[in-house]
Nanobody
Framework: QVQLVESGGGLVQAGDSLRLSCAAS????????MGWFRQAPGKEREFVAA????????YYADSVKGRFTISRDYAKNTVYLQMNSLKPNDTAVYSC??????????????????WGQGTQVTVSS
């Protein structure tokens, strides 16, 4: 049974950087794509970034383009989210997700069938 475990969240000031990690544990892991989503209090979960596992195509929400970078490490079965120039409205619980079935789309939550537990990112002004 594969599990996704996020780490790297915390409390930072506006303008700071954080790197989130999402490691897949368990048996051999080869998803079609991995994504990061976030959910702020009182708001719906929103897409942040995604990467296709084999092709390496990258996708970003407009709100994070130029500030966040998603990457993957095959050997470690890990996906990262480098977050720079953080803003207070980036505050949310960030969750990683894996799409292990051949379904269309990577920028909405529906195609993803595995989720991590989430990690809190708080950006103070």
């Amino acid at each position: 049974q594969v599990q996704l475990v996020e780490s790297g969240g915390g409390l930072v000031q506006a303008g700071d950087s954080l790197r989130l990690s999402c490691a897949a544990s368990g048996r051999t892991f080869s998803p079609y794509a991995m994504g990061w989503f976030r959910q702020a209090p009182g708001k719906e979960r929103e897409f942040v970034a995604a990467v296709t596992w084999n092709g390496g195509s990258l996708y970003y929400a407009d709100s994070v383009k130029g500030r966040f970078t998603i990457s993957r490490d095959y050997a470690k079965n890990t996906v990262y989210l480098q977050m720079n120039s953080l803003k207070p409205n980036d505050t949310a619980v960030y969750s990683c997700a894996a799409k292990t079935k051949l379904v269309v789309g990577v920028t909405t939550s529906l195609p993803y069938d595995m989720w991590g537990q989430g990690t809190q990112v708080t950006v103070s002004s």
